[in-house]
């Protein structure tokens, strides 16, 4: 069965610091995979999706990027955070049913 | 534009009562429409979902009613537990287009509290 893995789980960085999440999927080949930030209270903002290794797209400007170095490894980075930047970041992969798509556990970052 | 507009921003049900959670859509070409309960500090957990070609789908205790002419659905959650206590959100998809991945736009989500 195909498992998602994030990793941290929980974050606390100074304001202006570096950052690098990874996503990791188990159990499954080329999947797509996406990036999503959750503000408190908040519903879910895609941030960037991947179809394939080195390909990502971006949806909405910002202080992030990201990369897919391996099929299933994906990595959310900044060189400098923000304050705005504090939120729940969720990995998602695609399944093979249409449409759907399984969430990993989450990182939960505070900037300080 | 491809919204989604979901209803209550809370929602608080006795236990046993029927919970009921709105979403409407602008986007005809929506083609999968989801609904995902996130349980603190979790990751959304797909609950649920029907495509546009049937009226409702039940699993369990959960149904989705879908009105296409209206461009809605709902969820409905019969005899509601404490256990049910999450944020659910609605959501809608549509294909990507050649060399884009499918994509989910999410409603604001619905906080669920069912007392005991």
């Known amino acids: 069965s195909q498992t998602i893995h994030q990793w941290p789980a929980t974050l606390v960085q100074p304001v202006g610091s570096p950052l690098s999440l990874e996503c990791t999927v188990e159990?499954?080949?080329?999947?797509?995979l996406y990036w999503y930030r959750q503000a408190a209270g908040r519903g879910l903002q895609l941030l960037f999706y991947?179809?394939?290794?080195?390909?990502i797209s971006s949806e909405v400007p910002q202080n992030l990027s990201a990369s897919r170095p391996q099929d299933r490894q994906f990595i959310l980075s900044s060189k400098k955070l923000l304050l705005s930047d504090s939120g729940f970041y969720l990995c998602?992969?695609?399944?093979?049913?249409?449409?759907?798509?399984?969430f990993g556990p989450g990182t939960r970052l505070t900037v300080l | 534009q491809q919204q989604v507009k979901q209803s209550p921003q809370s929602l608080i049900v006795q236990k046993g009562g029927i919970s009921i959670i709105n979403c409407a859509y602008e986007?005809?070409?929506?083609?999968?429409l989801p609904w995902y309960q996130q349980f603190p500090g979790k990751g959304p957990a797909l609950l649920i979902a029907?495509?546009?070609?049937?009226s409702e789908k039940k699993e369990g205790r959960f149904t989705i009613s879908f009105n296409k002419s209206a461009k809605q659905f709902s969820l409905h959650i019969m005899d509601s537990q404490p256990g049910d206590s999450a944020t659910y959100f609605c959501?809608?998809?549509?294909?990507?287009?050649?060399?884009?991945?499918?994509?989910?736009?999410f409603g604001s989500g619905t906080q669920l509290t069912v007392l005991p």
């Open positions: 998602a992969w695609r399944g093979t049913s249409v449409g759907e798509q399984f």
């Open positions: 159990g499954t080949s080329n999947p797509n």
């Open positions: 991947s179809v394939g290794i080195g390909q």
């Open positions: 986007n005809t070409a929506f083609d999968y």
């Open positions: 029907i495509r546009p070609d049937v």
């Open positions: 959501a809608a998809s549509i294909e990507g287009s050649s060399g884009s991945a499918r994509q989910l736009t």
